[in-house]
């Protein structure tokens, strides 16, 4: 018997929407002009990260691992949602309060360190707090949370499902 709702299909469909929205990022970037900041890229690492997880995960088919699978999943979309508040926290900001611009990701892969690299972009930087696009009222930090938690929910229910075989 085909199961509709199994924990595959799920997997597959979590694993099409990343990969979808990773889409939508590039056209906004390369076609509507918009610069991702630091944080947006590694929202976008993340999205990359859940979308091969959940692909493998389809495709390896093997009902025992989708509990594993589905447990990384949630923890790669707590990570991303962690990433898109903070990302929010800083839109929220008075100008005043926003740190400091740096200079192109490129430049600073050749001068500064990778932790001072990785530091800068977690944190945030003054681009960060541009709110260049929305959508019903949701800029695109906004809409990132509520696919990472999409994200998240899909899989513990994955995960819950299978403690129940």
Known sequence: MLHLFSSRRFHGVVGFAAFILLAVAFYMEYEMGLE?????????????????????????????????????????????????????????????????CLPGLSYMVEVFPWQEI???????????????????????????????MGMAIVNVIIVIKAKQI
């Open 118 to 148: 990785m530091s800068a972009m977690i944190m945030g930087t003054g681009e960060c707090g541009d709110v260049v696009w929305t959508f019903l009222g949701l800029s695109i930090p906004g809409w990132t949370l509520v696919a990472f």
């Open 36 to 100: 991702p900041c630091p944080l947006c890229m590694l929202q976008r690492i993340v999205f990359l990260v859940i979308g091969i997880v959940s692909l493998v995960s389809a495709w390896h088919n093997s009902p025992k691992a989708f509990s594993r699978y589905a447990i990384g999943i949630v923890i790669f979309s707590l990570l991303g949602a962690a990433l898109s508040l903070r990302h929010l926290y800083l839109q929220n900001l008075p100008e005043e309060q926003l740190p400091a």
